[in-house]
């Protein structure tokens, strides 16, 4: 609502609706193994709050952004920054910076609007068969050699589904929902300066900075949770599955691998845990460091390490460069990481899946799968199905069917 509106309506009598913050971000809930939060308050599994209300946005690319955004925060102190870094890294960031707004609750969101919408039609792009004609060229490129000594080749392949509703998406009515979901998530909005509203719900937290402590908790491999007692033999699958692993081992060594230089020490467990989010399992492993440098930011090495090869593969600039042939319109926010730093170094940014970007009566919804060499074109499309219904679920967004 413009300023222009809302004060016509507190004219009239009509509560005007407080300006909507440009961000906002609920993570912070404990990971196993943190220290317990002593601060009042502060229970071991407090998810705190975010959000950044009439800030300015700030220009630019990756290049060199992690020292600007530091020397902005250093001027002015008891500010923050928040937003995104896009999947393509020499695209522009969408970052917002305005006063630290911390809160333990997300505030009670203003009643959806009625009707809610219906579903009037949706279209995958690519479509299926599109898709499945990726995956086979991902593996004629996997085929093709090895990443790096004794190193196989990954890439992940995403399709992006364009849902038409009959009326507008509410995003605060989306949030609220994405607040509402069970288990350890990170909830983000960020209405971006264009127009369009990113909101979501991720399981996977590119990297936490708090002091020196630097935790990272990619998750890679997957499979849908169908819930009943079907659930546990899907995880056993997914636990006992080779290839999963290896998917798996792919991005833990890379993260480890970026994150290693900034660390004087660093924890890489020898083998992932079973995690259970909104409609899927997956295979995650928490690894921890200490930096060397108190003066590195969280958002330092978040651009260090988005995009994670949980979303674009290894070699990391091959796999980019195929992942833009493979899909022309470019991915935008998605798969990128959303999150804050702050004055002191600190923050949280989660890798920029299970959201939509929801653009009036459009609303976009992306989601991919990792392409190895034992993949099979149909198992990983039910992949990226099955993560759309997930995200679609998690939203409370009207899907239907989705194939
Ligand atoms: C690509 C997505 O998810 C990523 C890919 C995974 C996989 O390939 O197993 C698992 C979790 C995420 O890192 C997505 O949700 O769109």
């Known amino acids: 609502m413009s300023e222009a509106r809302a004060s016509a309506g507190s004219e009239r009598g ?38 950044v209300t009439g800030g300015r946005w700030l220009d630019g690319t990756r290049a060199g952004l992690a020292d600007r955004v530091a020397a902005v925060l250093a001027a002015h102190p008891d500010t923050m920054v928040g937003g995104a870094l896009p999947f393509e890294r020499d695209a522009a960031a969408v970052l917002v910076h305005g006063p630290v707004d911390e809160r333990p609750a997300l505030p009670v969101l203003p009643a959806p ?18 898709y499945r004609d990726a995956v086979r060229r991902a593996l004629d490129w996997i085929a093709d050699g090895p990443a790096g000594p004794g190193q196989a080749r990954k890439v992940v392949l995403s399709r992006a589904l364009l849902l038409e509703y009959s009326s507008a998406v509410d995003p605060d009515a989306v949030l609220a929902a994405a607040a509402a979901t069970p288990g350890r998530t990170w909830r983000y909005q960020l209405r971006t300066p264009a127009g369009p509203v990113l909101v979501g719900a991720t399981p996977e937290l590119l990297v936490r900075r708090r002091g020196l402590a630097v935790t990272s908790f990619p998750l890679a491999g997957s499979t849908p949770r169908p819930g009943g007692a079907a659930d546990a033999d899907q995880a056993a699958r997914l636990r006992a599955s080779a290839k999963d692993h290896r998917e798996h081992a792919v991005v833990v060594e890379a993260i480890a691998d970026t994150l290693a230089p900034w660390c004087r020490r660093l924890t890489v467990p020898s083998e992932p845990e079973l995690v259970a989010a909104p409609g899927m399992w997956h295979l995650g492993s928490h690894i921890r460091g200490e930096l060397r440098d108190p003066s ?108």
């Open 14 to 51: 009509v509560a005007a609706r407080p300006p909507a913050p440009a961000f906002r971000f609920g993570g912070g809930s404990s990971l196993p193994g943190d220290p317990v939060d002593q601060r009042p308050g502060g229970g071991s599994d407090a998810l705190v709050w975010r959000s």
């Open 113 to 130: 609007r009625e009707p809610a919408p219906v579903l009037l039609g949706v279209e995958s792009r690519p479509d299926p068969v599109g």
């Open 296 to 403: 590195v930011t969280s958002l330092h090495l978040a651009a260090a390490l988005a995009p994670t090869p949980a979303l674009g593969g290894r070699p990391a600039a091959a796999a980019a460069a195929l992942i833009g042939q493979l899909e022309p319109d470019g991915r935008g926010l998605y798969g990128g990481t959303v999150g804050w730093t702050d004055g002191s170094g600190d923050g949280e940014w989660a890798v920029t899946i299970r959201g939509a970007l929801l653009d009036g009566a459009r609303v976009r919804v992306q989601a991919g799968a990792g392409i190895v060499a034992a993949s099979e074109p149909e198992a990983e499309l039910h992949e990226t199905t099955a993560k759309v219904r997930a995200v679609l679920a998690a939203l409370a967004l009207p899907g239907g069917e989705l194939r």
